[in-house]
């Protein structure tokens, strides 16, 4: 039921025509109340695309009506002209529900520095209108795919309220955050302070956690809805649970879909100083390219391992370093460890533990390999 | 004529059967003199390979006498056993020509986490010996060989001196240091401080801005060596000039060379704030993988170079930012600019410009496009 499972929410999808496929590319997102409060979390890329500058102005208020999302165009690098595009569509949105536009945000996902083709936009968004309803949740998913090859969805039901939510990103899967556009919606009465808090945790240990290829997107947005509508108010720690349930959810599915993808890797770095260097050295993996084809080729290559948290700051003594791939300790001490011949390289989940032998703390990062596939996909994309 | 091209050395290549296609696999360099200046830079990685850790001793003296190289195993995270293979290695190299072990820098390359066969390196080494002439100096350069398809050398000449040199590398190549072994030799007369200058002179601006795959190796060594042996002894800035020259020859040859590579991408980073600011702009998109497979796929997809670009602390405001694909300036004002379809691609050189439009100074940064044939070879190269 995806954004539609909590109470007083409304969605749809539809075909605009942005995408020459014909597939459903505008998506809407309303709730209907009784509050409106609201969070997000936008991109840090310095390149922020004209929505996002938008939302990040009307997310200030702390409180949101809708969302309008189109894939087929990312209305990144577009100049003033780009952001009057995202003006108007914010405009149109509220016009047909009747709200103001600082009442509604825009989400935009696809090719960077090419112009929307508003006079189909438009028409669509106004026929999203007139199609919302209590069951849009899954067309709404569907509207907001690009190289995705499935929807991303997720319901948390909690004790007489719940988080529903959707997702797309199959590609610039990158910390701070994973390239995507993600709307979480529930019927919990939530204050804005709360419901941003709660949303910064559950990004912080989920989206920002997954690195598939290092990009970060100009697009990236999460937003948040809440409008009370369960009649529960729940305790912030209750509410940042569910959305961390939410958002983790709708991680994984992200890193099972990302381009090209053939492997979701998990590198968990424990015994770190600190969880920053644990990340650190996560992240140093998943960025490495020659790690990435090893594990691609089925390759139990350590010594890429070893070589990427290498070139990283963390806190640790190289001969204290032991790597373990899928229960193989591959490497001991900084050194030759079990054989490599016994690590099973062929399913698609690979686990790479690394002991840095330096403290108490941990953190995963989850990436994917790079393989074949990523680079085919990712040299036709624009062409 | 490589490193053999300065008066008073000798060199030769072998082949000791590490490498199981029965090509020439370890290299000995030697200077006779009459002089033993010399000067090194390594590797950044924490895990520094044996042969590293042993010859930042050796050089630590500023004299050397010779270096012996091996491809076909980099002695790279082999523990204490794999450090008694180098210093084994470097005391039966100097007894076979009537040094000490402290006078002989040892150099290794190939796959991390293995052993080396000592019975048939030490062997090599003898062979190598014997084999040492005047004229050895591109033997040499093709015993170091691992990927890559073509030796490379280079030869400066100076008034009444020169410098000659080698290297091998085609992956793990990135910053401080490209992956890589390389051999400078002059018959310049040197103190070894001014020979230590210019070579991290040298260096900075050559190897250390070719950035192919973001990887950094264990076992990168560049070792210079001065023997006065023309009688001649030009000034630190001369020094400094001939071996820049010297290696970045090199560097380009690397570039040229890379593991999988179709394209040779110079990214120049222009009216940056300081030199730093365009390096680190340069390097965010020489390591951005979308940027690099849309440049395989021949697609000037400029939004990825603002997208990389943006993720970095550069100074810029991101509206004054140009960009500019082979001669196309594509991107305007941080905006759409002259249309795309103008840029032509099809050829092995791209040369891509960022203005940032926030100061006076630039750097260039080297890299190669991500290829389906990087993404193949990586992936079969250990198994």
Redesign the interface.
């Given at each position: 039921m995806s954004v539609t499972a909590p109470q007083g929410f409304r969605a749809a999808g539809v075909a605009a025509g942005l995408k020459s496929t014909g597939a459903a590319d505008v998506a809407l997102v309303v709730n209907v109340g009784p509050r409106d409060d609201a969070a997000a979390v936008f991109t840090?890329?310095?390149?922020?695309a004209a929505p996002v500058q938008w939302s990040r102005q009307v997310l200030a208020t702390g409180r949101l009506r809708a969302v309008v999302l189109n894939s087929g165009g990312?209305n990144?690098?577009?100049?003033?002209?780009?952001f009057q595009d995202t003006h108007a569509t914010a405009e149109h949105t509220a016009e047909q529900l009747g709200l103001g536009a600082i009442d509604v945000a825009v989400a935009s996902t696809g090719?960077?520095?090419?112009?929307l083709p508003m006079d189909r936009l438009l028409p669509g968004v106004t026929d999203a209108a007139k199609a919302l309803s209590a069951e849009g949740g899954p067309d709404a998913a569907r509207a907001i795919m690009t190289t995705d090859s499935v929807p991303k969805t997720t319901v948390v039901e909690r004790d007489g309220w719940s988080v529903g939510g959707m997702a797309k990103g199959a590609?610039?899967l990158a910390p701070s955050l994973a390239t995507m556009l993600v709307v979480l919606t529930t019927d919990a009465a939530v204050d804005p302070a709360v419901l941003q808090e709660a949303l910064k945790a559950a990004t912080a240990v989920s989206f920002e956690r997954v690195d598939s290829?290092?990009?970060?997107?100009?697009n990236d947005t999460v937003v948040a809805m809440a409008n009370g509508a369960s009649g529960v108010g729940p305790g912030a720690e209750e509410v940042a649970e569910a959305l961390t349930a939410a958002a983790t959810d709708l991680a994984m599915q992200l890193l099972a879909d990302a381009e090209g993808s053939t492997k979701d890797i998990a590198i968990t770095v424990r015994n770190a100083a600190t969880v920053e260097d644990a990340l650190t050295a996560g992240r140093a993996c998943a960025?490495?390219?020659?790690l990435k084809?090893?594990l691609?080729?089925?390759?139990p290559?350590?010594?890429?391992v070893?070589?990427?948290?290498?070139?990283t700051d963390a806190a640790?003594e190289?001969?204290r370093v032991d790597v373990t791939i899928n229960g193989v300790t591959?490497?001991r001490?900084?050194?030759?460890g079990d054989p490599?011949e016994g690590v099973d390289l062929t399913g698609r989940a690979i686990t790479i533990d690394v002991d840095l032998g330096a403290g108490t703390e941990q953190a995963t990062i989850w990436t994917n390999d790079?393989?074949?596939a990523?680079?085919?996909e990712?040299?036709?994309?624009?062409?």
């Open positions: 840090t890329n310095r390149f922020s990312a990144a690098c577009t100049g003033p002209e780009g090719l960077i520095g090419v112009r590609g610039m290829d290092g990009c970060l997107s100009t960025r490495n390219n020659l084809t090893a691609f080729g089925n390759d290559n350590w010594g890429r070893l070589a990427a948290i290498g070139t640790f190289p001969d591959v490497c001490g900084g050194a030759i490599r790079l393989s074949l990523y680079v085919h990712n040299s036709a994309y624009s062409t």
